[in-house]
C-alpha cells in the first residue's frame, strides 16, 4: 500500500502562490498516475488535477485551469502542484491521491494540506 504525505499549504493572499508537494513511499510510483483533490468547508471533494504516470499526459479542473500547473519527478517519489493566481475560492483541504488510468481515485489518500487564501 502506498503511503502519501503532503507538504506545502498555508495561508496567502490572493495573487499569492503556494507550491504543493507530496511524497509517495513504494517503488511502483512511477507506475501510478496522480492526482490532487480538494475540499473546501461544507463542500464534497473534487478534482483539481491529474497527471499520468509518464507526465506525459495533464488533465485539470476548468476552476484551476491555467492557474494550477501538476508536474511529478519520477526519481523523487513526488508530485507536485504550483498553484498560481490563488484566489478565495481556492481555500481547501488539498489532497493527493493514486489515480487509475483513467485519473479516477484508487481509494489511496493523503492526509490533506490546507491552503487558505485572503482576500
Known amino acids: 500500500q502506498v503511503q502519501l504525505v503532503e507538504s506545502g499549504g498555508g495561508l496567502v493572499q490572493a495573487g499569492g502562490s503556494l507550491r504543493l508537494s507530496c511524497a509517495a513511499s513504494g517503488r511502483t510510483f512511477s507506475t501510478y498516475a496522480m492526482g490532487w483533490f480538494r475540499q473546501a468547508p461544507g463542500k464534497e471533494r473534487e478534482f483539481a488535477a491529474g497527471?499520468?504516470?509518464?507526465?506525459?499526459?495533464?488533465k485539470y479542473a476548468d476552476s484551476v485551469k491555467g492557474r494550477f500547473t501538476i508536474s511529478r519527478d519520477n526519481a523523487k517519489n513526488t508530485v507536485y502542484l504550483q498553484m498560481n493566481s490563488l484566489k478565495p475560492e481556492d481555500t481547501a483541504v488539498y489532497y493527493c491521491a493514486v489515480l487509475n488510468m483513467y485519473l479516477a481515485p484508487t481509494g489511496a489518500w493523503g492526509q490533506g494540506t490546507q491552503v487558505t487564501v485572503s482576500s
Open positions: 497527471i499520468s504516470w509518464s507526465g506525459g499526459y495533464t
